[in-house]
Nanobody, 123 residues
Framework: QVQLVESGGGLVQAGGSLRLSCAAS????????MGWFRQGPGKEREFVAA????????RYADSVKGRFTISRDNARNTMYLQMNTLKPEDTAVYYC????????????????WGVGTQVTVSS
């Protein structure tokens, strides 16, 4: 069992940066592949980024490549999403997810989900 809590969301101007964190409970955090998803107003939930249990493999949605960086610190049971050059279209609730295979994480079929943190980018 893994419980996930996101933090770090807020209001930022276009072009600005935010770093989201996802804190996980449990001693098995390092065995899970992890990911970030987002759901904007009136939109479906979409994949943002994923990272393997070791951090060696990462995946990004085309819309965030070159602007967002996913990372993790297994010693701190925490995953991060550094978001730079933010755009108004990045406005969404951001969720973290944990799963046993990065392919299922990317596909949105993770075993565990957080409750989300709001990111609002003003123009």
């Amino acid at each position: 069992q893994v419980q996930l809590v996101e933090s770090g969301g807020g209001l930022v101007q276009a072009g600005g940066s935010l770093r989201l964190s996802c804190a996980a409970s449990g001693r098995t955090f390092s065995s899970y592949d992890m990911g970030w998803f987002r759901q904007g107003p009136g939109k479906e939930r979409e994949f943002v980024a994923a990272i393997s249990w070791s951090g060696a493999v990462t995946r990004y949605a085309d819309s965030v490549k070159g602007r967002f960086t996913i990372s993790r610190d297994n010693a701190r049971n925490t995953m991060y999403l550094q978001m730079n050059t933010l755009k108004p279209e990045d406005t969404a609730v951001y969720y973290c997810a944990a799963g046993t295979d990065i392919r299922t994480v990317v596909g949105g079929s993770s075993n565990y989900w957080g409750v989300g943190t709001q990111v609002t980018v003003s123009s």
